[in-house]
Structure formats: structure tokens, C-alpha cells
């Protein structure tokens, strides 16, 4: 099983974008999605989620500004991240579950002028 997490990088604040989690190895459609983030110093916290059915879920801290979905023919999610601020800095994992959970490896996110 592999997940793989890209799109990070450097970007300015209220600046977007976007990750991309490209699995393989699994049946995606079956797999709940989400993405978490961990910040230097702090505890890994849950982002968005999204079911096999689509229904979502944003932390307070995203919502209205970063919107995840999944394209099943792909095997991929995705987390779309606009207006994004300086807080938003953290290492972003991607998450598969379904009777087990499988992790990417992570992808960094900096935001800072």
C-alpha cells in the first residue's frame, strides 16, 4: 500500500493550494480520506475528512477556506487550501481508512511573506 502526499511548498499569506494524496495498493472508493496537519510543537491535528459517500467534515480553523474531495478513478484525494495564513504552516499527512488506516509520509506547507 502507498500514500502519497504532494503540493507543498512555500507560499505568502492568502496565498492557495493544492495537495494532492495519490494512493495505490488499496480499493480507494471503499476508504475514507482525510488530511491532518502537525505544527512545530504541537499535536497532529484532523483538517478535513471525507467518506466513501462524500460527506465532509472541516476543522473550525478551515472552514470556508480549504475544501477536500476525491476523484475514485484516480485513487486520489485532494485539499484544496485558500487564504491561507501563517498558522496554517505545518507538515499535512494524508490518511486512508477503512477497517485500517494507512499514512503518507507528509508534505510541508510554509506560509510566511
Known amino acids: 500500500v502507498h500514500v502519497v502526499e504532494s503540493g507543498g511548498g512555500l507560499v505568502q499569506p492568502g496565498g492557495s493550494l493544492r495537495l494532492s494524496c495519490n494512493t495505490s495498493?488499496?480499493?480507494?472508493?471503499?476508504?475514507?480520506m482525510s488530511w491532518y496537519r502537525q505544527a512545530p510543537g504541537k499535536e497532529r491535528e484532523l483538517v478535513a475528512s471525507?467518506?466513501?459517500?462524500?460527506?465532509?467534515n472541516y476543522a473550525d480553523s478551515v472552514k470556508g477556506r480549504f475544501t477536500i474531495s476525491r476523484d475514485n478513478a484516480k485513487s486520489t484525494a485532494y485539499l484544496q487550501m485558500n487564504s491561507l495564513k501563517p498558522e496554517d504552516t505545518a507538515v499535512y499527512y494524508c490518511n486512508a481508512h477503512w477497517l485500517r488506516a494507512f499514512w503518507g509520509q507528509g508534505t510541508h506547507i510554509i506560509v510566511s511573506s
Open positions: 471525507i467518506t466513501s459517500s462524500e460527506n465532509t
Open positions: 495498493g488499496i480499493t480507494f472508493s471503499r476508504y475514507a
